[in-house]
C-alpha cells in the first residue's frame, strides 16, 4: 500500500538527514587529516630505525595539526550534539544569536559546495523567541538555500536579526537575483507551522522572517 | 620510474601531509586545493595519475574527471570520496576513474593504486606509439 508520506515530518525528515550526512562527510575529513598525521609519524619513526634523526621542529608540526583538526571534530560533533537536541521540546525560547550561528555552521559546507559565503550580524541586544526549535532551523536552513542560490557563485550572504514591534526578523541580504519562485511548498508549510511570514525584496535584493511573538 | 602525480583535495592539512608521505616514498607529488586549478595543471603538465577528492567547492570531482578525461583520455584518475555511495562509484568507472577509495585511505594501498596507474599509463603510451609507426609503415608500404 503506497503510503502519503507527511509533509512536515517528511520534511523534517529530509532536512535531518541532509544534515547528518554532511556532518558526517565533515568528520571523515578531519579523520582522514589525523589519520594521515598518525602515518606520518609512523613514517619518521621508520626512517629513525633506519638512521634517519627525526626533526623535532617536523614532529611539533604534525602534533599541532593533529591538535587543530581535533578541536575542529569536537566543534562539529558538539554542533551535531546541539542539532539533535532541538527536537527535545516542541516548544521553547530560542536564542537567535546561537541559532544563527548553529545554522551557519551547520550550513558551512553546502555554502562551500555553492562557492558562497554565508555570515551573521550579532543583534545589537539579546533576542529570543518562542518556537519550535527543529521547524525554525529547517525554514531558516530552506531559505538560506534559497537566498545562496540567488547570491550565485561567489557571492556573499549576510544574515541580520532585528527586533521589530510584534516579533523578531532574519534578514538574508545579497540575494543578486530573486527570479526563482519562493516560498515552495515546504517552506509554506513550516512558516504556517510557526507562525513566521516569508517576503523578498527585489530592490534590497533581502529575503526576510519575520517570526511573531 | 619515479611516479608523478597530482593530489587534490579542497582540505589543505591532507593534501600536504598525504604528498609529503608519497614523497618519503619516492614520487614526485604536485598538490592543488581547487578542481579547476588541478584540471589546468593536468593539461600544462601531464602525470602518471591524479588523486581526485569526489567533493569540492566549485566543481565536484566527477565534472572535474570528465573534464581531465575529455582532453587526456590515458590520463589514469583515483577518486577520494568520504561516503563511497554505489552510484557514485560506478559514475565514476563510466568516466574512466581507474579507482575509487573511501577515506581515511590506507596509505600503502594507495600507493600501491599509483604505481598501477603509472603501469597502465605506460602500456596505453606504448600501445599508442606501436600504434603510430604500425601506420607509418603500413603508409610507406614496408
Redesign the interface.
Known amino acids: 500500500m503506497e503510503q502519503k508520506p507527511d509533509g512536515l515530518g517528511w520534511n523534517g525528515l529530509q532536512f535531518f538527514g541532509r544534515i547528518s550526512a554532511s556532518i558526517s562527510h565533515e568528520i571523515k575529513n578531519v579523520l582522514a587529516i589525523i589519520n594521515e598525521n598518525a602515518g606520518l609519524l609512523e613514517d619518521y619513526c621508520f626512517m629513525a630505525e633506519k638512521g634517519k634523526p627525526i626533526d623535532p621542529a617536523r614532529l611539533k608540526g604534525i602534533s599541532e595539526k593533529i591538535a587543530k583538526h581535533v578541536i575542529r571534530g569536537d566543534g562539529i560533533i558538539r554542533n551535531m550534539n546541539r542539532f539533535a537536541h532541538s527536537v527535545d521540546e516542541p516548544n521553547h525560547q530560542v536564542d537567535i544569536a546561537d541559532l544563527l550561528e548553529l545554522m551557519i555552521a551547520l550550513n558551512s559546507r553546502f555554502a562551500a559546495n555553492k562557492n558562497v559565503q554565508v555570515a551573521h550580524k550579532s543583534p545589537a541586544e539579546p533576542l529570543a523567541i518562542p518556537a519550535n526549535p527543529f521547524y525554525l532551523e529547517n525554514l531558516l536552513f530552506l531559505c538560506l538555500q534559497y537566498a545562496m542560490d540567488a547570491a550565485g557563485s561567489r557571492g556573499a550572504v549576510t544574515l541580520i536579526p532585528k527586533k521589530e514591534a510584534d516579533g523578531i526578523a532574519i534578514v538574508m541580504t545579497g540575494l543578486a537575483d530573486l527570479s526563482a519562485p519562493f516560498p515552495g511548498p515546504p517552506e509554506t508549510a513550516l512558516a504556517e507551522a510557526i507562525g513566521a511570514t516569508l517576503t523578498t525584496d527585489s530592490t534590497a535584493k533581502s529575503l526576510t522572517i519575520a517570526l511573531k511573538k | 620510474m619515479t611516479e608523478k602525480v597530482l593530489l587534490v583535495d579542497?582540505?589543505i592539512?591532507?593534501v600536504d601531509?598525504?604528498a609529503?608521505?608519497m614523497k618519503?616514498r619516492g614520487m614526485n607529488v604536485s598538490t592543488s586545493t581547487s578542481a579547476k586549478e588541478a584540471i589546468k595543471r593536468v593539461e600544462e603538465e601531464g602525470f602518471d595519475a591524479v588523486v581526485l577528492d569526489l567533493?569540492m567547492?566549485?566543481m565536484?570531482g566527477l565534472e572535474a574527471l570528465a573534464a581531465m578525461k575529455e582532453k587526456n583520455p590515458d590520463l589514469q584518475v583515483i577518486l577520494l570520496t568520504?561516503?563511497g555511495s554505489v552510484e557514485k562509484g560506478v559514475e565514476a568507472m563510466k568516466l574512466g576513474a581507474m579507482d575509487f577509495l573511501e577515506?581515511?585511505?590506507d596509505?600503502a594501498n594507495l600507493a600501491e593504486r599509483i604505481q598501477k596507474a603509472q603501469a597502465n599509463r605506460m602500456i596505453l603510451v606504448e600501445k599508442k606509439t606501436e600504434e603510430k609507426i604500425r601506420k607509418i609503415i603500413t603508409g610507406k608500404g614496408w
Do not use: A, H, N, V
Open positions: 579542497d582540505e592539512d591532507f601531509t598525504l609529503e608521505r618519503t567533493m567547492p566549485e565536484d568520504g561516503y577515506k581515511p585511505i596509505t
